[in-house]
């Protein structure tokens, strides 16, 4: 199965500031799918932003967008304009073509969002 | 009503007990996944099916089961709890395409 690295268990960020998520991946594929995921206290599994590798144009929601390396093999999630609802787990996962398109997915980074 | 349903929400069982935990969908997603979530260790695959005659294991199977009773139903079972079994539980539905993924609302399973 493909490596999905989060290497940031924990992040702080002032509201209306901006803070960036970092991911990185390992993989031999070509043609693969990345997606970021928050969990706020609810539990609820919430898709934020998803990056298909062939596009080479970021994607970008709203205050959300993505910086996408394909040679780096790193897909980073930029929030800008922080708001205290975005405090949250983040979840970085790649999509497996193999595991019936499973979803791999990073051991999260748990945003906080200060007043 | 929620296109993934789980139940229960939330339960307390004893070591040693057989739990089963229950997942129904009407997205007519054909793939289905259960994924176990643990603080700092995000979410791991236990198993996944394709549909009611193909059932995979994923990469953390041993020690349940699981049961795909119709195209919408695919229950997770732990014949024998035990305590590191203690988890949040997640079913997921997929209808094959990138974006087509839809997550259930959970399970906080304890086992004491």
């Known amino acids: 199965a493909q490596t999905v690295t989060q290497s940031q268990p924990e992040m702080s960020v002032q509201e209306a500031e901006t803070v960036t998520l970092s991911c990185t991946y390992d993989t031999s594929e070509s043609d693969y799918y990345l997606f970021w995921y928050k969990q706020p206290p609810s539990r609820q599994m919430i898709l934020v932003i998803r990056?298909?590798?062939?596009?080479?144009q970021n994607a970008t929601e709203n205050r959300f967008s993505v910086n996408f390396q394909k040679a780096a093999k790193s897909f980073s999630l930029k929030i800008s304009d922080s708001q205290l609802g975005d405090a949250a787990m983040y979840f970085c996962?790649?999509?497996?073509?193999?595991?019936?398109?499973?979803?791999?997915f990073g051991k999260g980074t748990s945003l906080l969002v200060t007043p | 009503d929620a296109d993934v349903t789980q139940t229960p929400r939330n339960r307390i069982t004893k070591t040693g007990k057989r739990i089963m935990l229950e997942c129904s969908q009407t997205k007519g997603h054909d793939r289905m996944y259960w994924y176990r979530q643990d603080p700092g260790l995000g979410l791991r695959l236990i198993y996944y099916?394709?549909?009611?005659?193909?059932?995979n294991k994923g990469e953390i199977s041993d020690g349940y089961s699981v049961s795909r009773q119709a195209q919408a139903k695919f229950s997770l079972s732990l014949e024998s709890a035990i305590p590191n079994q203690t988890a949040l539980y997640f079913c997921?539905?997929?209808?094959?395409?990138?974006?087509?993924?839809?997550f259930g609302s959970g399970t906080r399973l304890t086992v004491v």
């Open positions: 997921a539905t997929s209808s094959g395409l990138y974006y087509g993924y839809t």
């Open positions: 990056q298909e590798a062939y596009k080479q």
């Open positions: 099916s394709f549909d009611v005659k193909d059932i």
């Open positions: 996962a790649y999509r497996e073509s193999n595991s019936g398109y499973a979803l791999n």
